[in-house]
Each structure stands twice: as structure tokens, then as C-alpha cells.
């Protein structure tokens, strides 16, 4: 339940956000980062431009050009209104990604209007990760040649992107938990323009391998199964590491998996506990303009049933075979 109400959140929230047409929007400036509400924040710090640009649920943008104030929100995204998204998407867990002179927007969209299937009484909307291109950060972003990236009886979300070792892109994604009752973390390989991806998608790992993630089922305590926020990085040592999300109970907690190959194709072991504080998620990490390792992500808090999310930054030092995750980072 605990995962069902918040998926409705998010789809709740994404709605508001993603209504783009229909809603005005003033832009603002000045704005202090801990101000802005957002769930998933992701950053591209853009040496071209010299600024920053985040993104994240609710697929809208805002500009900064020292991380500590902020300008926006900006509408971006130009999806095709014919296509399996239909008029309206929810739009979650947006990222930015430079790649070979051009930005890509890796996105999940969900038509609420296309159910999928019924599972336990529960209808599965069409979800699924997507990427969409532009020749600027600040966009607009638009589709290119594919209709759809991943099967489309398949319910995924939060997709990513990693060159590996072998030079080829790929998309990292979950498959959500609430059709397959154990989220997975799968990688599928992209066209070398991102405009399609090519072959099926591969398990990484699945929730249940974590050993920290907990939640009660049926009155049993077990692995939680929710997978989210896969973000790939590599450390000093050239180790692969991933960061992602889920639950221990009700608290929001984000943990590190390492890749015994140094290849997306693992063995992924999880390390033992949680990488960040309690109730801090979703995460990215992202070199600032000076320099600086950070990782963005947002605090999550319940206050009365509502959820507050905010981005936050920490400083990170990956200069070791290991992600350290270090103090809070105040621009």
C-alpha cells in the first residue's frame, strides 16, 4: 500500500506539473534551490553555456548559473501528441544528458488513458522510459525515430544512460514492481544516435537482492520491492558503481551496487547499507563547472500525508574504489 499511494502521489503531483497547455507559468528568478519543490532532480552542468540546467518530475526546466539561485520553470518538452503518450503525459525522473554534440532528455511518460492490464484490481497505465533530442540544454526536446524504446506491455520507468566498456550507449531502466512484484534494474542497448534502441532488454539485479531494503508483506518482513533511480558512475579506480532508491519501511533510502566486471553486465553486488541519510533519494551525481563532485537528489518528508520533496546537493568524493557520500553542499 505503502508503494501504490505513492505512485498515485507522484502521478498526482506529474499531473499538475505536465498540464502544460492548460496552465500558465511565471517564470521566476532568484529562486534559492531548497525553495523549488521537485521530486528527481537532475542536473547537467553545461560547459558550452556555462550554466546549469535541472530537470526532473514534472518535466519542466530551471537555469542557474552558480547552483545557489535559480530561474524558471520553462516548458521543453515538444512530445508527439499522436504517438502512445497521447495529449497529456505525466512526465517523471527527467535527466539531461550532452552526447556526441547533442543533448537528450531521458524521461518516463505514463498515458493515464491507456490501460495496459489489471493486476489484483489495480490498472496498469502505459508507462515507459523514453528519450527525446535537442541542439540545445535548454531545448526544446523532441522526439526522433522510434515510437517506442521498450516493449510496450511493459511497465518502465526512471530510464538513464551509460557508455560501457565495449564503446556502445545504453539505456538503464526498471521494470516496475507493481506488475512484475519485484522490480528489476535492466539495461537495453541504444542506436548510436539514441534514436532507437536495439535488441532486448537485459536484468541487471533485481529489489530483492538488496540486502537493506525492507518493507512487510502479508505480516512478513522481507526484501522491499521497489526499484528506482538507477544513476551510474565510476569511481578513482575506474570501479562502476550504481545508485538507487527504495524503501527500508516508510523511509525513503537510496544505496550503491558495484559491477564485479566493471561492465553493466555485473555481477552487481549491493553494498550492505544505504549510501545517503535516511529519507534522501533518487540521486544523481554531476562535476561542477569548478570541479566539484555533487550528487543532487531530494528530501522526502510527510507531513500530514502530504510528501514535501526538495533538492538538495552533497558532496561526494569518488577518488577511492568507493562512493563516499560527504556533507551537505550549500552553493
Known amino acids: 500500500m505503502k ?28 529562486i534559492p534551490l531548497d525553495s523549488i519543490r521537485l521530486s528527481d532532480p537532475a542536473i547537467l552542468a553545461d560547459r558550452k ?92 526536446y523532441r522526439p526522433m525515430n522510434d515510437e517506442i524504446y521498450l516493449p510496450a506491455d511493459l511497465l518502465t520507468l526512471d530510464g538513464t544512460f551509460w557508455v560501457d566498456n565495449d564503446g556502445k550507449p545504453y539505456m538503464i531502466y526498471c521494470h516496475e514492481w507493481l506488475q512484475n512484484n519485484n522490480g528489476t534494474m535492466e539495461k537495453i542497448e541504444l542506436k548510436p544516435d539514441l534514436s532507437g534502441s536495439i535488441g532486448k532488454g537485459q536484468i541487471l539485479f533485481r529489489a530483492s537482492d538488496s540486502p537493506w531494503s525492507r ?45 564485479e566486471s566493471g561492465t553493466l553486465s555485473g555481477p552487481w553486488i549491493q553494498e550492505k547499507d544505504p549510501v545517503t541519510p535516511p529519507d534522501f533519494g533518487h540521486g544523481m551525481l554531476f562535476q561542477s563547472l569548478d570541479g566539484k563532485w555533487l550528487m543532487s537528489l531530494h528530501s522526502h518528508k510527510d507531513i500530514d500525508g502530504r510528501y514535501i520533496r526538495i533538492p538538495h546537493l552533497f558532496e561526494v568524493d569518488l577518488s577511492s574504489d568507493k562512493l563516499i557520500v560527504r556533507e551537505r553542499y550549500i552553493p
Request: charge should be positive; hydrophobic fraction near 35%; glycine fraction near 10%.
Open 3 to 30: 508503494q501504490l499511494f505513492i505512485t498515485l502521489l507522484f502521478c498526482s503531483v506529474s499531473l499538475l506539473s505536465v498540464g502544460q497547455d492548460r496552465l500558465h507559468y511565471e517564470i521566476k528568478k532568484n
Open 215 to 259: 518493507e512487510i508483506i502479508n505480516g512478513k518482513d522481507g526484501p522491499n520491492r521497489v526499484t528506482d533511480g538507477p544513476y551510474l558512475f565510476r569511481t578513482g579506480t575506474g570501479r562502476l558503481g550504481m545508485i538507487w532508491t527504495s524503501w527500508i519501511y516508510n523511509v525513503y533510502t537510496q544505496g550503491v551496487a558495484y559491477s
Open 49 to 140: 553555456t556555462n550554466m546549469y540546467y535541472m530537470t526532473g518530475t514534472g518535466g519542466m526546466l530551471w537555469k542557474s548559473k552558480d547552483l545557489k539561485l535559480w530561474e524558471g520553470p520553462y516548458k521543453i518538452v515538444e512530445h508527439d501528441t499522436t504517438s502512445w503518450m497521447g495529449e497529456k503525459p505525466m512526465i517523471w525522473a527527467a535527466e539531461l544528458h550532452a552526447y556526441n554534440d547533442k543533448y537528450y532528455y531521458f524521461a518516463t511518460f505514463t498515458n493515464r488513458s491507456l490501460i495496459l492490464d489489471t493486476l489484483n484490481g489495480r490498472p496498469l497505465e502505459r508507462r515507459a522510459s523514453h528519450i527525446l533530442v535537442s541542439d540545445k540544454p535548454d531545448g526544446p
